[in-house]
């Protein structure tokens, strides 16, 4: 050969190498070569850009011991030691990695390069980025697994059966194939003893069930459903078919059994609803917008006279409404369109009999305030409002009596006092002019006349008071408790200091009250505390607290006390449990805190047992 052609060989060689590294440098392939100690030698450049290195980096990188995790180095070395065997290529799969600590899913094929005696002199491999097929994969197996396990956990049976044909090509039977653990719990049938079984043996129904639904699925592909009553079962089930491919058909099926059971059930509770709403006489409607359906019950045809299943439209039910009220229900239902609540009672024509009922709905809307529907409840309430009516004319009636009553108390008391007077008066004089005068039996029947006329005196004034507590002008003011007790503390001063009495209080709030009566409702009871003490100084404590909404105060004393049965009656008139002369009084000035409490909204109580004192209890709204 000339040096010339030699010349010209040797540039043809380095151009196609100079090619060919041009080709593996622009691949995006990853490429490289590596000495069977595991030093990269040549490489292009997306091999370092896979894993996130420079190119010198990368050149210093030992691809066993730095680029490969060591769960793979062990596995990788048997991988090459068979390539070193056979001498054939190998194509595997393994993870590399990166310079940031990730790993990549990689496949690699790699080739081993001998020397001119036969010795292996170093690798060379193409390197695949696997990562999005390694997503697909995982992908797949967790939708397959999604998958067998809402099979496993579908709570309706599925079952999956493939058409047995005759020799003339038609079907005469089917076959399970297979089935999910719901499909026994339905059927009561053990999955592993049905399955490959012939449905006409397997379900025991001496012949195929619904074979001629189920092969029209199976050969047209055409998704059927449907009910049914399976006898053999004694079950109700709903029944979807759907076919994979010709020839197999998949079965939905679920146990309504216990559905068909409440929709029958409900049938009877609509029955009996519609005899307690006649029994009631009370209706309800239900108005759907959607379907611009309004549906009556039985028992509001009844109520407005309407023939039952008649045609209904709102015009229809205004003009049952009795004239004089057909505006305001139309306004009420008109404002009820905008939100704003419907709770009427208006009258109604049914022929020439006029009655009254109550109306209440709930509408629905949509976010944008659009009506889609709602309900209601129509009350047949004639009785109650004749009723109402007749009460109203009793409650005219007797507070006309009981004012009358009032005045009668008020008179009669206040005229009793003149001729109660004179009798005073002139017994007093008689028995002054006239003492010594008369003898002893005459002397005794004037002081039982004196006496008797103070008595009568003191009872006239009592009854004038109480009448006055339901008379009297009463004007709650914004009140300071303290400030009535130290008022009222001066007054009885006298009496608190003939008793030895000792009397202590806690801070009291500020109420709203009538400063009058609530002065003299304490008066009463501190009185009365001081009246009925034992042997030892009385000791009065007053207290207040309060609970929730209202105030409770206490007059708490160490008197003689009352047997606990006696606690309701002592607040009624004239009611005493001791004579007069074991201690004077008239037996109304209980009467008289009771209705002052009253007055104010509140509730009086006492709390007692014989010889160990008496609690008085009232409450003031807060």
Not at 382 to 398: G, P, S
Not at 541 to 559: F, K, L, P
């Amino acid at each position: 050969m000339s040096i010339v052609k030699a010349q010209e060989e040797l540039r043809e060689s380095q151009r196609q190498a100079t090619l060919l590294a041009d080709l593996v440098e622009l691949s995006s392939q990853p490429f490289g070569t590596g000495y069977l100690d595991g030093r990269i030698d040549i490489y292009n450049s997306a091999f370092p850009r896979l894993l996130g290195y420079s190119k010198e980096e990368f050149s210093a990188l030992n691809w066993s011991k730095d680029l490969t995790p060591p769960e793979w180095q062990e596995k990788e070395a048997a991988i090459l030691e068979e390539l070193h065997r056979t001498g054939r290529p190998v194509r595997y799969e393994k993870e590399y990695r990166r310079k940031d600590g990730t790993r990549v899913p990689v496949e690699i094929l790699v080739h081993l390069r001998r020397d001119k005696q036969g010795e292996p002199s170093f690798y060379y491999a193409f390197v695949t980025d696997i990562t999005a097929r390694k997503q697909a994969e995982a992908a797949l197996r967790e939708s397959e697994t999604r998958f067998r396990t809402l099979f496993e956990s579908m709570r309706e049976g599925v079952a999956l059966h493939e058409l047995v044909y005759d020799d003339h090509g038609r079907a005469m039977d089917y076959r399970i194939v297979s089935t999910n653990p719901s499909f026994e719990k339905h059927t009561g049938l053990k999955s592993e003893q049905v399955q490959g079984q012939l449905a006409s043996i397997a379900y025991g129904a001496g012949a195929a069930p619904y074979l001629e639904e189920f092969a029209r699925v199976a050969q047209t592909g055409r998704a059927y459903a449907f009910e049914t009553f399976f006898p053999p079962m004694q079950r109700h089930f709903q029944i979807s078919v759907t076919s994979p491919k010709p020839g197999q058909f998949v079965t939905v099926f679920e146990d309504i059994t216990p559905r068909k059971r409440v929709e029958e059930e409900l049938r009877e509770s609509r029955e009996d609803l519609n005899r307690a709403q006649a029994v009631a006489h009370a209706g309800s409607w239900r108005l759907d917008v959607q379907r611009n359906t309004l549906t009556w019950s039985d028992e509001t045809y009844r109520m407005f006279g309407i023939p039952l299943g008649a045609a209904l439209t709102y015009e229809m039910f205004l003009a049952a409404v009795h004239p004089d009220d057909r505006g305001y229900v139309d306004q009420e239902w008109t404002a009820a369109l905008t939100g704003e609540p419907y709770d009427i009672e208006h009258r109604i024509l049914v022929g020439d009999e006029v009655k009254w009922v109550s109306e209440k709905a709930e509408l629905e809307f949509d976010p944008e305030g659009r009506l889609l529907g709602g309900f209601g409840s129509v009350q047949d309430i004639t009785e109650r409002k004749q009723a109402e009516e007749k009460l109203q004319r009793t409650l005219v009636d007797l507070e006309r009596s009981n004012q009358e009553l009032k005045e009668f108390a008020y008179v009669t008391s206040h005229d009793l006092q003149e001729p109660l007077r004179k009798i005073g008066n002139f017994s007093e004089m008689v028995a002054t002019q006239y003492q010594g005068r008369l003898d002893d039996q005459a002397d005794k029947y004037l002081s039982y006349i004196t006496d008797g006329a103070k008595r009568m005196k003191d009872l006239i004034n009592d009854l004038l008071a109480l009448s006055r507590v339901g008379r009297a002008d009463f004007t709650l003011i914004s009140t300071d408790i303290n400030d009535i007790l130290m008022g009222m503390f001066n007054d009885i001063q006298p009496l608190v200091q003939e008793k030895q009495a000792e009397i202590t209080h806690e801070a009291f709030p500020t109420l709203k009250v009538n400063p009058l009566q609530m002065r003299n409702l304490l008066q009463n009871l501190i009185v009365n505390a001081l009246k009925f003490h034992g042997n030892q100084p009385p000791r009065i404590h007053i207290s207040a607290r309060q609970e929730g909404r209202e105030w409770v105060m206490a007059v708490r004393d160490n008197g003689i006390g009352f047997q606990p049965q006696y606690a309701e009656g002592i607040f009624n008139v004239f009611r005493r449990l001791h004579t007069k002369e074991e201690y004077p009084g008239t037996g109304i000035g209980l009467a008289i805190c009771k209705k002052i409490v009253e007055r104010h909204g509140g509730r009086i109580w006492a709390e007692s047992e014989l010889g160990r004192g008496a609690t008085f209890y009232f409450t003031i709204p807060a």
